[in-house]
């Protein structure tokens, strides 16, 4: 994870993860702490919605469901919940197959165009609250470990 540079601060921060290593990173000073995780090691997710996710006494499945919608793989998604592409609207001057499902007390809708399909926005409506994910860009990348190796060049602190 990379974050934006802070001129001020003099920080410009970098996480790598690669199980059980951790490495902090400031790019400005090129100095990095190294942190080794004593377990239980854990998958990494990445979900849109946790609202009611994490609460222990939740009885409702839809949390649940919800936090199964993940960044990379909402159509996948959408498909498992049964969801049939339709013709959607034009958005940013791009036609757009549509997909949309209800859970619990939200509707949500899926955009998509191109082959194959990537998404466009995603939105949620729940009550008088609608959620909009706009996507500026959408890629499947090949897996690089080398993003997730020791960083070279940088002073590290065990």
Not at 8 to 16: D, E, F, N, S, T
Not at 37 to 46: A, E, I, V
Not at 120 to 143: C, H, M, Q
Request: hydrophobic fraction near 35%; glycine fraction near 6%.
């Amino acid at each position: 994870m990379e974050e934006l540079p802070d001129p001020q601060q003099h920080i410009h921060g970098l996480v790598i993860i690669n199980e059980p290593n951790t490495w902090l990173i400031n790019l400005m000073t090129r100095e990095a702490r190294h942190q080794v995780d004593g377990g239980p090691t854990f998958n990494c997710r990445l979900p849109i919605f946790l609202d009611g996710a994490m609460e222990p006494d939740s009885k409702s499945n839809s949390a649940d469901d919800l936090v199964e919608l993940e960044f990379g793989r909402e159509l996948l998604w959408f498909t498992k919940k049964g969801a049939q592409s339709k013709t959607g609207p034009t958005l940013k001057g791009n036609k757009t197959q549509a997909y949309s499902v209800d859970v619990g007390d939200s509707k949500l809708f899926l955009f998509t165009n191109g082959t194959p399909e990537k998404p466009v926005a995603l939105t949620r409506e729940r009550g008088k609250e609608k959620d909009i994910y706009w996507y500026s860009d959408f890629e499947n990348l090949p897996f690089d470990p080398r993003l997730f190796s020791k960083p070279e060049a940088v002073k590290i602190q065990d």
